[in-house]
């Protein structure tokens, strides 16, 4: 059975750090790019970050930029996604997902087929 584990949200104040932690079962993740999403209360879920099979091509969404920093450790399974500089806006559920391809094509959701339960990310002081 295919299965992701997301962990690693909590409550942070503005200015502070999280590292969010996607571990997957039932199949290994070195075949697939993994995104992050996120969804805020009231929004629709939106795209922060993708990582394709190998690790070497990283993608982020300009809200994003120069402050997360997606990685993925295929021996443990496990991709990770470190956040710094939170801000309130970051504030949300937290989803990984696995792409359909060895590579990133964006965040249209129907390019992802599994989906974690998501994790609490809360920016606020």
């Known amino acids: 059975q295919l299965q992701f584990v997301e962990s690693g949200g909590g409550l942070v104040q503005p200015g502070g750090s999280l590292r969010l932690s996607c571990a997957a079962s039932?199949?290994?993740?070195?075949?697939?790019?993994i995104g992050w999403f996120r969804q805020a209360p009231g929004k629709e879920r939106e795209g922060v970050s993708c990582i394709n099979y190998s690790g070497t091509t990283t993608d982020y969404v300009d809200a994003v930029k120069g402050r997360f920093t997606i990685s993925r450790d295929n021996a443990a399974n496990t991709v990770y996604l470190q956040m710094n500089g939170l801000k309130p806006e970051d504030t949300a559920v937290y989803y990984c997902?696995?792409?359909?391809?060895?590579?990133?094509?964006?965040?249209?959701?129907?390019?992802?087929?599994?989906w974690g339960q998501g994790t609490q990310v809360t920016v606020s002081s």
């Open positions: 039932g199949f290994t993740l070195d075949d697939y790019a």
């Open positions: 997902a696995k792409g359909r391809r060895y590579f990133c094509y964006g965040y249209v959701l129907t390019s992802y087929d599994y």
